[in-house]
T-cell receptor
Framework: GAVVSQHPSRVICKSGTSVKIECRSL??????MFWYRQFPKQSLMLMAT?????????EQGVEKDKFLINHASLTLSTLTVTSAHPEDSSFYIC??????????????FGPGTRLLVL | GNSVTQMEGPVTLSEEAFLTINCTYT??????LFWYVQYPGEGLQLLLK?????DKGSNKGFEATYRKETTSFHLEKGSVQVSDSAVYFC??????????FGKGTKLTVNP
């Protein structure tokens, strides 16, 4: 249980285009999803917290108009990188929270999406 | 604020060696603690977790005990395998759902 998928797993696009990344919780409903960015050989950097039916909360320094997040249902959140540029090339990872029997909100992660902007 | 410090890597071991990856934390209150593992080119997988002092999380031969007195959550495995080669992240969850991660420790296990 607690499987999270991401699509696509890898995308190459031209500079100036927009790219949409989907994050789905496959076997559970997640009221909260998170989007992270990971640079090579580094830890995860939280970009935003996404709650179903409401606007995402962005971390300081993350441009909300650049990284559009939509959380339309309890199983789907999308991240759209608008007008992508080479510096947006990175590994993007989402997570979805599941409350366990001890009422602990545990994050389960997707496999990640590698974005390369040419 | 909350923070996690884990030992600098990389760590290189021979198969069947004993593994310890140190993790200490700073937090107010009583955080939950996690170890995640990331295999090359993949996302993070939850390895184990503990929610209160003296709890021991365990999975796939890995163990970690929540030590409040030393604010630590060290990861251990008695006999590592080549397939354990990955990056390991210690993380804590404080008052919100957000996770605070350590910088990660890369483990390489040689045959």
């Amino acid at each position: 249980g607690a499987v999270v998928s991401q699509h696509p797993s890898r995308v190459i696009c031209k500079s100036g285009t927009s790219v949409k990344i989907e994050c789905r919780s496959l076997d559970f409903q997640a009221t909260t999803m998170f989007w992270y960015r990971q640079f090579p050989k580094q830890s995860l950097m939280l970009m935003a917290t996404s709650n179903e039916g409401s606007k995402a909360t962005y971390e300081q320094g993350v441009e909300k108009d650049k990284f559009l997040i939509n959380h339309a249902s309890l199983t789907l959140s999308t991240l759209t990188v608008t007008s992508a540029h080479p510096e947006d090339s990175s590994f993007y990872i989402c997570s979805a929270t599941l409350r366990d029997r001890d009422s602990l909100e545990t994050q389960y992660f997707g496999p990640g999406t590698r974005l390369l902007v040419l | 604020g909350n923070s996690v410090t884990q030992m600098e890597g990389p760590v290189t071991l021979s198969e069947e060696a004993f593994l310890t990856i140190n993790c200490t934390y700073t937090a107010t209150g009583y955080p939950s603690l996690f170890w995640y593992v990331q295999y090359p080119g993949e996302g993070l997988q939850l390895l184990l977790k503990a929610t209160k002092a003296d709890d021991k999380g365990s999975n796939k031969g890995f163990e970690a005990t929540y030590r409040k007195e030393t604010t630590s959550f060290h990861l251990e495995k008695g006999s590592v395998q080549v397939s354990d080669s990955a990056v390991y992240f210690c993380a804590l969850q404080g008052g919100s759902e957000k996770l605070v991660f350590g910088k990660g420790t890369k483990l390489t296990v040689n045959p």
